[in-house]
């Protein structure tokens, strides 16, 4: 695929400018995954010293034009928020991060099987466990009834208890 060999092209002229950052994992180097196609989109994953992410290139590439803007993309495995972004040598993409440094990788032969295994998981329909991020935006919070207080009840806000003597 033609966008991911630029795409890499130009994260490979991006190293040369991070090699001094303290996020920077001189024992990587850019590579990408074998893109996969899913509809009229192609999905890998770019590895570079300083992160990994999913990227997808999308069949319609205007829709990645609004650059830093967020875009929820349906894969087999759930739902993934992605960033849009544009470059004109590469054409429009979203990023999604996976890893960010990626400072905890060994080798470069590592970081590849975690980034293969990780394009594996986004195709894999046994991985549509909620995470706990969407079960807290999907919860429904219903507020709570209003209790009937008695006059004691207000007074001490509820603390008190009532004592019933027979």
Not at 118 to 139: G, I, K, M, S
Request: a negative charge; charged letters at 20%; glycine letters at 6%.
């Amino acid at each position: 695929m033609q966008s991911l060999v630029a795409l890499t092209a130009f994260y490979q002229q991006a190293d040369l400018g991070m090699r001094d950052l303290p996020i920077y994992n001189a024992a990587l180097q850019v590579e990408a995954t074998q893109a996969r196609s899913y509809g009229d989109d192609e999905l890998a994953v770019v590895v570079t010293p300083w992160f990994m992410n999913l990227v997808i290139f999308s069949g319609d590439d205007t829709r990645c034009r609004q650059q830093g803007a967020k875009r929820t993309y349906q894969l087999p495995s759930g739902r993934y928020e992605f960033t849009q972004c544009w470059d004109a040598s590469v054409g429009g993409f979203a990023t999604c991060a996976l890893f960010s440094p990626v400072l905890e990788f060994e080798s470069q032969q590592d970081v590849m099987a975690v980034a293969n295994a990780a394009l594996d998981a986004v195709f894999d329909t046994q991985h549509t466990e909620t995470t706990e991020w969407r079960q807290a935006r999907d919860a429904q919070v219903k507020p709570a009834e209003p209790s009937k207080l008695d006059r004691r009840g207000f007074i001490t806000a509820g603390l008190a208890k009532q004592q019933v003597t027979r």
